[in-house]
T-cell receptor
Framework: AQSVTQPDIHITVSEGASLELRCNYSYGATPYLFWYVQSPGQGLQLLLKYFSGDTLVQGIKGFEAEFKRSQSSFNLRKPSVHWSDAAEYFCAVGFKAAGNKLTFGGGTRVLVKP | ETGVTQTPRHLVMGMTNKKSLKCEQHLGHNAMYWYKQSAKKPLELMFVYSLEERVENNSVPSRFSPECPNSSHLFLHLHTLQPEDSALYLC???????????FGEGSWLTVV
């Protein structure tokens, strides 16, 4: 069965420091990959997505993610975190044969220290 | 700001009540979804509608009843819910043949 793993439940980072959130997936086919962010009390906002092509994708709010097929990973990065980046981040995976059904990871909650 | 609008944002209901959640999308999409987000659990896909036809029912109890009258509107009718149904219910939409799903702000449901 397909699965998505976000190994880190919580991450605390200082404002201005770099951030990397991990995402690993288990799929037989070439996946579509997404990162969403959820601020407290809000819905999910799409940060970025990967379908094909360049394995390094740029998203909104200064985030980027890199698809590594050999590692079945799609890690999210930001060079310098702002206090407003405190939120929960979800990795999601879909694949063509499943239409638009996404499988989500459990999420990583990011806390930003002043 | 989101192209998917959900109402109400917060709802408290008793176990014997009947209520409905409403979702409206302004993105020109033709597929809509209901997801459930509970504490400490991954997002769960509940229902999928494509061109107003239900194409997915992910083993959801019958006390949840979806309705999609047109491609812009989606409802989730609730009756005789249980306290464990308390959660954030997220509506989403996409193009039927597209790959990107856009979410609303969610409706917080508390069953007392």
């Amino acid at each position: 069965a397909q699965s998505v793993t976000q190994p880190d439940i919580h991450i605390t980072v200082s404002e201005g420091a770099s951030l990397e959130l991990r995402c690993n997936y288990s799929y037989g086919a070439t996946p579509y990959l997404f990162w969403y962010v959820q601020s407290p009390g809000q819905g999910l906002q799409l940060l970025l997505k990967y379908f094909s092509g360049d394995t390094l994708v740029q998203g909104i709010k200064g985030f980027e993610a890199e698809f590594k097929r050999s590692q079945s990973s799609f890690n999210l990065r930001k060079p310098s975190v702002h206090w407003s980046d405190a939120a929960e981040y979800f990795c999601a995976v879909g694949f063509k044969a499943a239409g638009n059904k996404l499988t989500f990871g459990g999420g990583t909650r990011v806390l930003v220290k002043p | 700001e989101t192209g998917v609008t959900q109402t109400p944002r917060h709802l408290v209901m008793g176990m014997t009540n009947k209520k409905s959640l409403k979702c409206e999308q302004h993105l020109g999409h033709n597929a809509m979804y209901w997801y459930k987000q509970s504490a400490k659990k991954p997002l769960e896909l509940m229902f999928v509608y494509s061109l107003e036809e239900r194409v997915e029912n992910n083993s959801v109890p019958s006390r949840f009843s979806p309705e999609c009258p047109n491609s812009s509107h989606l409802f989730l009718h609730l009756h005789t819910l249980q306290p464990e149904d308390s959660a954030l219910y997220l509506c989403a939409s996409s193009h039927r043949t597209g790959n990107t799903i856009y979410f609303g702000e969610g409706s917080w449901l508390t069953v007392v």
